[in-house]
């Protein structure tokens, strides 16, 4: 059974740090390339970054460009996002998500595109 579990999240004030991680089972974890996406409240999908199966890629969005770092250990199959100097505007709920392609990250927006999504973690951030 495919699946991913986001963790991590909780409440940190404007300019704080957070780390957090997926841990995925049911299926070959280096064989997929991994998102970050998150939805703000009232707001539409926006995925933030992506990695390759081997880790040597990284994409980001630029709303997170500088600040985010997302990464893998494909020994423990699990995904990370490091989030420094958070915003306020960074309040969402952060999903991971797998496919084996590599999607721009303007179409990692429909769970049902991807072939594994998990079901988030809250991330809210106080100015």
């Known amino acids: 059974q495919v699946q991913l579990v986001e963790s991590g999240g909780g409440s940190v004030q404007a300019g704080g740090s957070l780390r957090l991680s997926c841990s995925a089972s049911g299926f070959t974890f280096t064989d997929y390339y991994m998102y970050w996406v998150r939805q703000a409240p009232g707001k539409g999908v926006e995925c933030i970054s992506a990695i390759s199966p081997g880790g040597g890629s990284t994409y980001a969005a630029d709303s997170v460009k500088g600040r985010f770092t997302i990464s893998r250990d494909n020994v423990k199959n699990t995904l990370y996002l490091q989030m420094n100097s958070l915003k306020s505007e960074d309040t969402a709920m952060y999903y991971c998500?797998?496919?084996?392609?590599?999607?721009?990250?303007?179409?990692?927006?429909?769970?049902?595109?991807?072939?594994?999504w998990g079901q988030g973690t809250q991330v809210t951030v106080s100015s």
């Open positions: 998500a797998a496919d084996r392609l590599l999607l721009p990250l303007r179409l990692v927006v429909d769970r049902n595109r991807l072939a594994a």
